[in-house]
């Protein structure tokens, strides 16, 4: 404060003005930080093949289940054949995934519904393929809206799965999350997926549910 002053009456002597309105931000501002998030989740299930199956089964890490329909079928499921061999009638195949998902913004994954976070990972199914299928551009979407039923919305997994010998198939997946009065509801409703699977690379061929 001392020399402050000096320096003052030194400026002040020599006729001189100390200008102090400096520019006290940067030129460029700092860019924004985007915070992201990243988890892992694994679940597993059963697929039909065939038509319509029953409702899901529970299973410890989360369900998967090829319908979305929560009656049972009128009728013995369609036989299909997957391209593992021809498959039993209306049979039941277990499935289980292990999926990283990744967004690099989190305030566009939670305010967007059209954000679509990375997902990878690897994928069991053995009416499929003995060996694991790996997922390596699949997609995630949080809180989709649909049309109906009022104050829902889905959780959309969408992923190409590929196998050793490089066949490719495509599961589409949802969790319907709706807006219940007990906030316990929540844990069943994000840990039930419906899904469908397909051969190739996008939907199209439907090998295990058919509504």
Known sequence: ??????????????????????????KTPNPTTKVGLEF???????VWEGGRGPVPVP???GDVAATADAEPAAEPATSTSSSNGPATTGSRNPIQFTLTVRADDLDAMLNTPEHKAHMH???MCPAIDSEPLSVVNGEFQLFVEVPSPPNTRHMVYSMAMYAKDGRAHFLYGFKVVKDHPNPLRIWHDTST?????????????LIFYED
Do not use: F, N, Q, W
């Not at 892992?40 to 059963?46: D, F, P, R, V």
């Open 40 to 46: 892992t989740e694994t679940m597993k299930g059963y």
């Open 121 to 123: 990972g690897t994928v």
């Open 59 to 61: 299973e410890a890490a």
């Open 193 to 205: 997926l419906y899904v469908t699977v397909h051969e190739g690379e996008c939907e199209s061929s």
């Open 1 to 26: 404060a001392v020399a402050e002053r000096c320096c003052v009456l030194l400026a002040a002597d020599l006729g001189l003005r100390i200008d102090y309105a400096l520019p006290s931000a940067a």
